[in-house]
């Protein structure tokens, strides 16, 4: 049984450019919420997605961005790179997002802007 | 919004003795209280939530304790053992009825235990 998959696991990007990030949530799970994890310090939320509508947004600029598709799989789109947004980019899936629901992580795509 | 702080950053144990992390949160509101583990270079796991109609939960080596009045929960690992040692993360989220169910974590409690 899968568990969530994340992709690629490691990036490099020159400040400016853009990433995609992409998710693929536990099978059965509808849910998917982003968050970033610097060096150091908990992950912090940046977007929750149900059902392929946005539920939840962290306090992030508007240069982040997701989507999440009809099998529940889901997209991280960061523009305009900058140096602080290096990081681990953490998935995480649940049966439906509502509070109590145990969420599950990922392995994380690590994100290195240069 | 909803702060959590939690304690120890660093916490050193011998192996077998006991191992609390304490957090606290700020938002009434939030009834939902997960903690993770995650070891070097890998994903948070879920190792035991505590749910706040619930006072005190235990998973064999692990127990999670919760006072609502208070505002603050704990993680015990009794009979620690080296492959305990990781970074633990305690969180907090609001159940049903809001519309934002996101976990908000503290910063984090090194645990390493000796052999």
């Known amino acids: 049984d899968a568990g969530v998959t994340q992709s690629p696991t490691h990036l490099i990007k020159t400040r400016g450019q853009h990433v995609t990030l992409r998710c693929s949530p536990i099978?059965?799970?509808?849910?998917v919420s982003w968050y970033q994890q610097v060096l150091g310090q908990g992950p912090q939320f940046i977007f929750q997605?149900?059902?392929?509508?946005?539920?939840g947004r962290g306090n992030f600029p508007d240069r982040f961005s997701a989507r999440q598709f009809p099998n529940y799989s889901s997209e991280l789109n960061v523009n305009a790179l900058l140096l602080g947004d290096s990081a681990l980019y953490l998935c995480?899936?649940?049966?439906?997002?509502?509070?109590?629901?145990?969420?599950?992580f990922g392995p994380g795509t690590r994100l290195t802007v240069t | 919004g909803e702060n959590v702080e939690q304690h120890p950053s660093t916490l050193s144990v011998q192996e077998g003795d006991s191992a609390v992390i304490k957090c606290t949160y700020s938002?009434?509101?939030?009834?939902?209280f997960p903690w993770y583990k995650q070891e070097l270079g890998k994903r948070p796991q879920l190792i035991i939530d505590?749910?706040?109609?619930?006072g005190e939960k235990k998973d064999q080596r692990i127990a999670v304790t919760l006072n609502k009045t208070a505002k603050h929960f704990s993680l015990h690992i009794t009979e620690t053992q080296p492959e305990d040692s990781a970074v633990y993360f305690c969180?907090?989220?609001?159940?049903?009825?809001?519309?934002?169910?996101?976990?908000?974590f503290g910063k984090g409690t090194l645990l390493t235990v000796n052999p």
């Open positions: 505590i749910r706040s109609n619930v």
């Open positions: 995480a899936s649940s049966l439906a997002g509502g509070g109590g629901d145990e969420q599950y």
């Open positions: 938002d009434s509101a939030s009834n939902y």
């Open positions: 099978s059965g799970h509808k849910s």
């Open positions: 969180a907090a989220s609001k159940g049903r009825g809001g519309s934002n169910y996101k976990l908000t």
């Open positions: 997605y149900y059902e392929k509508e946005e539920r």
